[in-house]
Structures are given as C-alpha cells and as structure tokens.
Nanobody, 123 residues
Framework: QVQLVESGGGLVQAGGSLRLSCAAS????????IGWFHQAPGKERDFVAA????????HYADSVKGRFTISRDNAKNTVNLQMNSLKPEDTAVYFC????????????????WGQGTQVTVSS
C-alpha cells in the first residue's frame, strides 16, 4: 500500500509562488505516474498536472500551462509541483495521486491519494 503525503501549501499573494511536494512511503513510486488535482469548496476535483513514471512525459491543464512545473526525484521518492504567478482562482486543496506507469487526466483512474494541502491565493 503506497502512502502519499503532500506538503508545501500555504497562503500567498497573487503573483507569488509555492512549491508543493508529494512524498511516497516507498520506492514503488519509481514505477508510478503522479498526478496533481485540486478541489475548491463546492466544486469537483480537477486535473492540474501529471508526470509519467520515468519523468519523461508531463502534462498540464490549460489553466496552469506556463505557470506550473511538475518534476520528480525518484531517488528521494518525491514529486514536486512548482507554482508560479499564482492567481486567486488557484485557491483550492491540492492532492497528489498515483497510478501505475502512465498518467491520466481523470481522478478515478488513480489508485492512491494523499490527504491534500491547502493553497490560498489572496488578491
């Protein structure tokens, strides 16, 4: 059973940056694709970014392209999400999730989830 723990959330002003991390409990993360999703109050859980198991393929939601960067360090069992030029509409709880090998945009395709970390962007 893979356990995922997110960290790095917080309060930031619009235009600022945050770096989220997703740490896995074991080295099996090396064969897992990792996706980041966010969920605002009263809204559905939406895709943000994903990276395949090797790190060679990344994918972003249109709303974050050019602002967010996903990367992984398999030696440290972590995947990071660098978020720049943050906007108030980025405010949400951010979750990382894992599935074998290849990423998906759909949250129901992921097998393992973290508990989430709150990101709040003030205007």
């Amino acid at each position: 059973q893979v356990q995922l723990v997110e960290s790095g959330g917080g309060l930031v002003q619009a235009g600022g940056s945050l770096r989220l991390s997703c740490a896995a409990s074991e080295r099996s993360i090396n064969i897992l694709a990792i996706g980041w999703f966010h969920q605002a109050p009263g809204k559905e859980r939406d895709f943000v970014a994903a990276i395949n198991w090797s790190g060679g393929i990344t994918h972003y939601a249109d709303s974050v392209k050019g602002r967010f960067t996903i990367s992984r360090d398999n030696a440290k069992n972590t995947v990071n999400l660098q978020m720049n030029s943050l906007k108030p509409e980025d405010t949400a709880v951010y979750f990382c999730a894992a599935r074998p090998f290849d990423y998906s945009d759909f949250y129901d395709q992921y097998n393992y989830w973290g508990q989430g970390t709150q990101v709040t962007v003030s205007s």
